[in-house]
């Protein structure tokens, strides 16, 4: 604010005119890009990092020695943004420089942390900066959810022992981790890691919103500071010359005192007579007296201010030495008079002044100043290959248990298929297999979109489990056609209630996220109905009116999404509400070796073997035939 009461900047009317306020403040050094700035104005934002006070003020004193400098110079002072919470800037200098001059960009902040050794091959991560905006307590938040959904099994716990300065402690699973591999997991889940978007969208006229590269910026800053300097220095100017003039009656004064004391003493408007007055051809003194200076041109009648000074004047000032301090005062004030002209006539004289400004400011500010070294250091991320999630995931038997109502649960070991499990009143057990915690589980949904869990990620065996639906994102419309174990190099075969479907490879449906990935699309009524794994050369659909048709799995197509082509043709019918209904509909799919034949179960467990499907067999899209007798009622083959 130096210089504030110094006709430095404009003042306008503030909020409700009854005061004045600055338009902008007088700044001694690039404040927008020391701290940094972020908000959202009209539709426009703006987000620019803070940098550090030093390194601004040296690219600014290259900038006012070499006006056309490149961006690419700057760097060489600012080599990126400087932020007070410390962290490490991993982003490669090139894009860094890329954001500077073209005024946008991301940078990559990751906190600082080393590894602790604990004795007897045991250590823990301690976190001692974190990235900057970035709160202590959601981060805790963040990693402690992390743990506990098991996206990271090699993590065991995380706590805080901050007191002043932040000390965050992560802790293994096992030793034999590699606390580089874990770091970079975790910064890529975490936190602990963050991209700061930078936008220079700033107002440099103080109306137009632009977006200026660190450059520009610091062009803004430094006519600005010009403009303070020219602005100050003419105030002083006027402030100067407004005290010679008081001087120069003072001094008149001095020289004709026995006079200026008569007409204070006996005229009734002693103001106006000092003003009538013509003191040039008036003097009491002696021109050969010591300090005497006669007076300056048109010094002979005084002026309002002046006569208004010397009526004004203690009788204590008519001092002798107070006559010369008046005179010393007069000269040292013409001197800094002439001293200003020259400036306000000499830009190198005004760029030294604003140059000289900014060292005194790098001085008190600068590296060697206390808290004025660089806190974020500048440094390449670890070139460290990704470990996939199941090489994180102690491997461990599992049995995966899910009811009719979807209440999933992993039992811990490999237990009997059969084993009498307890479920929730009205419930029963619908799917039961042998996995291991480093598998996928993929569930098939009526709404046509696969979910993939981790095996690890299940619920454990305790009670009765938890709601699928709370593991992955299944509409409550949707009802679940299927769970089984993930098996790489696989292909599905699925297919929709009208009969439509495809061949898709099983790695094709797997899904990153907890909504899933759409593979079967259905639409109105017609919902997913079945999906199997292809084990064979041919296809058996069976329909709800009970139809059997069997047809070369080679006429099926091999997609990755869509509706699929006609598996199964069934009949019409126009009902009384003038709907149209299928008369029948997929019931059920399987693939089968020609050559082995058709099995499909029977009660109490037995499998029944159809050897020669000739019969049956015909195009894909056929309406198909009677099964063989014995097929079960329900239409399904197992």
């Known amino acids: 604010m ?27 050094f690039p404040n927008l890009l020391a701290n940094g700035s972020s908000g959202i104005a009209v539709g426009m934002a703006t987000n620019i990092p803070p940098h550090n006070i030093g390194e601004l003020c040296n690219a600014a004193l290259h900038l006012i020695k070499s006006p056309n400098a490149r961006d690419e110079t700057l760097m060489e002072y600012v080599p990126g943004p400087d932020f007070p919470t410390g962290g490490i800037i ?21 906190a600082r942390w080393q590894a602790e050794d604990l004795g007897r091959g045991m250590w823990q991560i301690v976190v001692t900066e974190i990235p900057y905006q970035v709160q202590k307590s959601k981060l805790i938040e963040k990693i402690a959810e992390i743990i506990q959904l098991k996206k990271i099994p090699i993590l065991a716990d995380v706590r805080d022992e901050s007191a002043e300065d932040i000390r965050l402690i992560l802790e293994p699973r096992a030793k034999t981790v590699d606390p580089a591999v874990l770091m970079e997991t975790l910064f890529r889940q975490s936190d602990l890691e963050v991209r700061f978007s930078m936008n220079m969208n700033v107002l440099i006229d103080g109306r137009t919103p632009k977006v200026c590269s660190m450059k520009e910026v610091l062009r803004a800053f430094l006519d600005h500071r010009r403009d303070v300097l020219q602005r100050r220095s003419q105030f002083r100017l006027e402030k100067i010359d407004h005290r010679l003039e008081v001087l120069e009656g003072l001094i008149i004064a001095f020289l004709n005192l026995d006079r200026v004391i008569d007409i204070i003493r006996y005229d009734d408007e002693p103001k106006a007579a000092l003003m009538r007055e013509d003191w040039s051809l008036d003097h009491r003194r002696a021109a050969s007296e010591k300090d005497y200076q006669p007076p300056l041109p048109g010094e002979g009648e005084l002026s309002d201010l002046q006569a208004e000074s010397i009526l004004n004047m203690r009788l204590r000032s008519l001092r002798r030495l107070e006559e010369m301090e008046l005179n010393r005062e007069r000269n040292a004030l013409m001197e800094e008079r002439a001293a200003l002209e020259d400036l306000l006539d000499s830009e190198s004289l005004q760029w030294a002044r604003i140059a000289e400004q900014l060292r005194e400011v790098r001085k008190q500010f600068g590296k060697d100043s206390p808290n004025g070294a660089r806190r974020s250091e500048l440094a390449d991320a670890p070139l460290i290959e990704e470990m996939p999630i199941e090489a994180m995931i102690e491997k461990e038997p599992i049995t995966v248990v899910c009811s009719s109502m979807g209440w999933i649960r992993a039992m ?4 009997a298929l059969d084993a009498d499990l307890k479920f929730k009143d009205g419930d029963e057990a619908r799917f039961m297999f042998h996995a291991q915690t480093t598998d996928k589980v993929i569930l098939f949904g009526s709404n046509g979109r696969f979910y993939t ?8 065996g305790r009670g009765t489990g938890e709601p699928l639906r709370l593991i992955v994102d299944l509409p409550n419309e949707s009802s679940i056609v299927d769970l089984f174990l993930h098996e790489p190099g696989r292909k599905l075969l699925v297919g929709s209630s009208d009969g439509d479907g495809f061949v898709v490879p099983e790695v094709d449906v797997l899904a990153q996220t907890r909504s899933g990935r759409q593979v079967l699309n259905v639409k109105d009524k ?8 292809v084990v064979g050369d041919h296809v058996a659909v069976i329909s709800l009116n009970a139809k059997l048709l069997v047809f070369p799995l080679s006429e099926l197509p091999e997609m990755t999404r869509g509706k699929g082509v006609r598996l199964q043709k069934y009949k019409s019918a126009r009902s009384a509400q003038g709907t149209l209904d299928l008369d029948g509909g997929l019931s059920d799919i399987v693939t089968f070796n020609w050559t082995d034949g058709l099995s499909w179960q029977m009660g109490g467990g037995k499998t029944r073997t159809e050897t020669d499907m000739t019969e049956w067999l015909a195009k894909r899209a056929g309406a198909g035939k009677r099964p063989p007798h014995g097929f079960p009622k329900n239409n399904r083959f197992s």
């Open 2 to 28: 130096e210089g504030l009461n110094e006709n430095a900047v404009d003042f306008r009317d503030n909020y409700d005119g009854s005061l004045q306020e600055p338009v902008v403040l007088p700044a001694s």
């Open 90 to 110: 991993v982003e490669p200098s090139a894009n860094i420089a890329e954001a500077y001059r073209t005024g946008r960009g991301s940078i990559r902040l990751r």
């Open 412 to 415: 811990k070991g490999h237990m």
């Open 526 to 533: 017609v919902v997913a109905k079945v999906c199997t794994p």
């Open 453 to 460: 869990i981790a095996g690890s990620a299940l619920p454990g």
